[in-house]
């Protein structure tokens, strides 16, 4: 197993950053941020010119001939039910960052735009960015990088890898062999720095909810530090048995969980005006979203372009750095389907779920700031990751609604510590389907120590900013390997 | 700020590279030891 140079490499590479992370937490926080703000200024718009062109490749791959061409033989049938499938592509792609981020992002979206302009307009801006963040673009690099696994797995036979497309199309040869290698070893090192933000946060909001829960007022690190072993011990037995239904259960589970306060909320809540909103920005996300996705707020001041960079330029590297463990996940469970059934499936049902969610939580928010004077703009600069259930607590059977929102974050982040753990074992020994136990729990301890790190930074800007750095170069990896597919394509008879 | 000019002069140069190098692979014709290569691998899957 310790015979395999790329392992190696990864396990080193990342578990130093982890040990950078445990000795100073505050200069590597400080590194990734100084670090992610030049990369930012200057390659911002090639990141948004690159997301944007993938929502298009997207949309003329579903409406185009290509779109009847099975992810498989021509006689393969989808192996999950079409509720289970799209259940557990959103589990993966989303999970904790929804219960997390439901009323936070918007209400940090208005609390900067509402010094450019009135409180209403502003509301509804920031309910757009927001959607903007988790809709189309978000979901298009995913179906992209998902598409290209399962096409080159299913459909050409190759080893679900990165770099097994790269090899497929353009050869055996020495440029391929080694742009490939270092595909592999970016996307090993994207996916576990990813998932230790994902550990981090889900640990935050869990932390949060047992605050409310027990009455404790900034417990500080102590019960984060219980949460996360209990965390870590629970995903431990996962790792040690064949997930396939398992994590079919857990993500379901976590999913049924988040529809059900989804729905609580909205009945619970004002209902005519998130209704009101939901439908609102429908029409606003599906006007705007295409010229958005080219907006680099270029001529705006410092504030504007600064805000810019931490919430939009962060989200898109942040589903980047997702991208090769999230595309492999959903590659995984989509074989059988064509690819327009596949993009469609993967671009349309979890936007649409997103604006919904976003709608909810978001107007409740701003029906609190804007309605009925609710100290919630409070809450979120004192202590973001309460913001959440700060809104449970204004609706009846509030201690219910948060038990049930602390254990949907639980689940949603042992099914992506676990769903991630198996990847990166699979990616580490040649890309093999069913990788040896010892290495999954290996891959699981590294990214419980990466989670540890950002934990230990205690701060949400610092774990996006050590995602972004960690995430940035994988936007070429995703272009490199979208030629690849586009080459494939032309081959195929349609 | 000369600095700052010359880091970002380079990284652009960079993925200026980087997407000429994507428009030569995506017209760059395949040799045909490449060709038979990728068939082969079609057949036997």
């Known amino acids: 197993m310790f015979k395999?140079?790329?392992?190696?490499?990864?396990?080193?590479?990342?578990?130093?950053?982890?040990?950078?992370?445990i000795v100073d937490t505050a200069g590597l926080a400080r590194f990734s941020s100084s670090m992610t703000g030049v990369m930012f200024t200057s390659r911002g718009w090639f990141i948004m010119l690159a997301v944007s062109l993938l929502v298009i490749l997207c949309i003329w791959l579903a409406i185009s001939p290509y779109g009847k061409i099975k992810l498989g033989q021509d006689d393969d049938e989808p192996e999950f039910s079409t509720i289970?499938?799209?259940?557990?592509?959103?589990?993966?792609?989303?999970?904790?960052?929804?219960?997390?981020?439901?009323?936070?992002?918007?209400?940090?979206?208005?609390?900067?735009?509402?010094?450019?302009?009135?409180?209403?307009?502003?509301?509804?801006?920031?309910?757009?960015?927001?959607?903007?963040?988790?809709?189309?673009?978000?979901?298009?690099?995913?179906?992209?990088?998902?598409l290209v696994m399962a096409y080159f797995s299913f459909r050409k036979g190759c080893p679900t890898l990165v770099s097994a497309p790269i090899k497929a199309v353009f050869g055996q040869r020495n440029w391929t062999r080694a742009v490939g290698w270092l595909s592999d070893l970016l996307a090993i090192?994207?996916?576990?720095?990813?998932?230790?933000?994902?550990?981090?946060?889900?640990?935050?909001?869990?932390?949060?909810?047992?605050?409310?829960?027990?009455?404790?007022?900034?417990?500080?690190?102590?019960?984060?530090?219980v949460i996360f072993a209990v965390l870590c011990l629970s995903y431990i037995l996962p790792l040690m048995v064949d997930l396939s239904k398992g994590m079919a259960t857990l993500s379901n589970t976590a999913m049924a969980i988040a529809g059900a306060l989804l729905?609580?909320?909205?009945?619970?809540?004002?209902?005519?005006?998130?209704?009101?909103?939901?439908?609102?920005?429908?029409?606003?996300?599906?006007?705007?979203?295409?010229?958005h996705g080219f907006q680099t707020y270029t001529f705006f001041d410092e504030g504007v372009?600064?805000?810019?960079?931490?919430?939009?330029?962060?989200?898109?590297?942040?589903?980047?750095?997702?991208?090769?463990?999230?595309?492999v996940f959903i590659a995984r469970i989509s074989r059988g389907r064509t690819i327009r059934e596949y993009l469609l499936g993967v671009m349309l049902v979890p936007t649409f779920f997103s604006i919904?969610?976003?709608?909810?939580?978001?107007?409740?928010?701003?029906?609190?700031?804007?309605?009925?004077?609710?100290?919630?703009?409070?809450?979120?600069?004192?202590?973001?990751?309460?913001?959440?259930?700060?809104?449970?607590?204004?609706?009846?059977?509030?201690?219910?609604?948060?038990?049930?929102?602390?254990l949907a974050a639980?689940?949603?982040?042992?099914?992506?510590?676990?769903?991630?753990?198996?990847?990166?074992?699979?990616?580490?020994?040649?890309?093999?389907?069913?990788?040896?136990?010892?290495?999954?729990?290996?891959?699981?301890?590294?990214?419980?120590?990466?989670?540890?790190?950002?934990?230990?930074?205690?701060?949400?800007?610092?774990?996006?900013?050590?995602?972004?750095?960690?995430?940035?170069?994988?936007?070429?990896?995703?272009l490199l390997i979208t030629v690849c597919l586009l080459k494939a394509l032309k081959s195929e008879e349609v | 700020m000369p600095i700052n000019n010359l880091i970002d002069t380079l990284l652009n140069i960079w993925v200026f590279a980087f997407i000429g190098f994507l428009v030569w692979l995506y017209f760059k014709k395949e040799s045909d030891g490449n060709k038979a290569e990728n068939q082969k691998s079609d057949r036997e899957s």
Not at chain 1, 4 to 21: E, Q
Not at chain 1, 278 to 290: E, H, K, L, M, N
Not at chain 1, 307 to 327: E, I, K, Y
């Open chain 1, 4 to 21: 395999n140079p790329l392992l190696l490499i990864a396990l080193t590479l990342t578990g130093l950053v982890a040990l950078w992370g």
């Open chain 1, 84 to 146: 289970s499938w799209l259940s557990m592509l959103f589990a993966a792609g989303m999970g904790v960052g929804l219960l997390f981020w439901g009323t936070a992002e918007p209400l940090s979206h208005f609390n900067v735009i509402r010094d450019y302009t009135d409180n209403f307009q502003a509301a509804e801006h920031a309910l757009f960015i927001t959607n903007f963040h988790w809709g189309l673009h978000a979901w298009a690099i995913y179906a992209v990088t998902g």
């Open chain 1, 189 to 225: 090192y994207a996916i576990a720095i990813g998932i230790g933000g994902s550990i981090a946060m889900g640990v935050f909001q869990i932390q949060s909810g047992v605050e409310s829960l027990l009455g404790l007022q900034n417990s500080g690190l102590w019960l984060a530090a």
């Open chain 1, 263 to 291: 729905i609580f909320v909205l009945l619970a809540g004002p209902t005519y005006y998130i209704m009101s909103a939901i439908t609102g920005s429908i029409g606003d996300y599906f006007a705007r979203v295409i010229p």
């Open chain 1, 305 to 327: 372009t600064s805000w810019f960079q931490s919430w939009t330029l962060t989200f898109m590297v942040w589903w980047l750095a997702w991208a090769p463990f999230v595309g």
């Open chain 1, 356 to 406: 919904f969610w976003f709608g909810v939580f978001g107007s409740v928010g701003f029906f609190g700031v804007l309605k009925i004077d609710a100290p919630i703009m409070e809450v979120l600069k004192s202590n973001i990751n309460d913001t959440t259930f700060f809104v449970l607590r204004q609706l009846p059977l509030s201690t219910l609604t948060i038990v049930a929102t602390v």
């Open chain 1, 410 to 478: 639980f689940l949603f982040v042992v099914t992506s510590v676990v769903s991630a753990s198996f990847v990166l074992s699979m990616f580490a020994v040649g890309g093999d389907l069913n990788p040896p136990t010892r290495m999954k729990l290996i891959w699981g301890a590294i990214l419980g120590a990466l989670g540890l790190v950002m934990i230990l930074s205690n701060s949400i800007d610092a774990v996006k900013s050590i995602i972004g750095l960690a995430a940035l170069p994988f936007v070429f990896i995703v």
